[in-house]
T-cell receptor, first 114, second 112 residues
């Protein structure tokens, strides 16, 4: 069974540009989560999608947005990139709604803003 | 208020010895799940072990075990017989309903 896949692995942008990150969940998983992890820090929750709808978002400005497609894959879009957006962006998927279901993570996209 | 607290920013352990990574949590929900993840320097988050709030026994997965003390609201990870490959960041997480929170992490270094 394929795990969560993210693309691209690395992304280099300059200030003011826009970035699009992609995530494919494990087959059968309908929930997708996005996290930002700045260098040496913990995970900051960004967005949660389930069944094509945004269910919750973290404390991030509106220039962080995304969507989930009918096949449950997801995109994270970051507009008007700033230097502090440089981070590892992790996508996770989950099956079911019980508290015992772990999130399974992809390998992440390293976004660097020059 | 912080829901998940990992008080050890860094830990060192000698190869082949056991190490305990601390995690305390705060919740009033009787139903919750506790998780530990490992993050090597390459960045991927690897799910290690799960403990449910109603589970009577401590969870074990190979060399990983979870010391669950419900009354103290702690869920410490014990790694036995440490290996060099165990050097990584370790994150404790708690799920209440659809909300999942992560601790700040503990960096474990295994010394040869």
């Amino acid at each position: 069974e394929a795990g969560v896949t993210q693309s691209p692995t690395h992304l280099i942008k300059t200030r003011g540009q826009q970035a699009t990150l992609r995530c494919s969940p494990i087959s059968g998983h309908t929930s997708v989560y996005w996290y930002q992890q700045a260098l040496g820090l913990g995970l900051q929750f960004l967005l949660w999608y389930d069944e094509g709808e945004e269910r919750n978002r973290g404390n991030f400005p509106p220039r962080f947005s995304g969507r989930q497609f009918p096949n449950y894959s997801s995109e994270l879009n970051v507009n008007a990139l700033e230097l502090e957006d440089s981070a590892l962006y992790l996508c996770a998927s989950r099956s079911g709604t019980g508290v015992n279901q772990p999130q399974h993570f992809g390998d992440g996209t390293r976004l660097s803003i020059l | 208020a912080q829901k998940i607290t990992q008080t050890q920013p860094g830990m060192f352990v000698q190869e082949k010895e056991a190490v305990t990574l601390d995690c305390t949590y705060d919740t009033s929900d009787p139903s919750y799940g506790l998780f530990w993840y490992k993050q090597p320097s390459s960045g991927e988050m690897i799910f290690l072990i799960y403990q449910g709030s109603y589970d009577q026994q401590n969870a074990t997965e190979g060399r990983y075990s979870l010391n669950f003390q419900k009354a103290r609201k702690s869920a410490n990870l014990v790694i036995s017989a440490s290996q060099l490959g165990d050097s990584a960041m370790y994150f404790c997480a708690m799920r209440e309903g659809d909300d999942m929170r992560f601790g700040a992490g503990t960096r474990l270094t295994v010394k040869p």
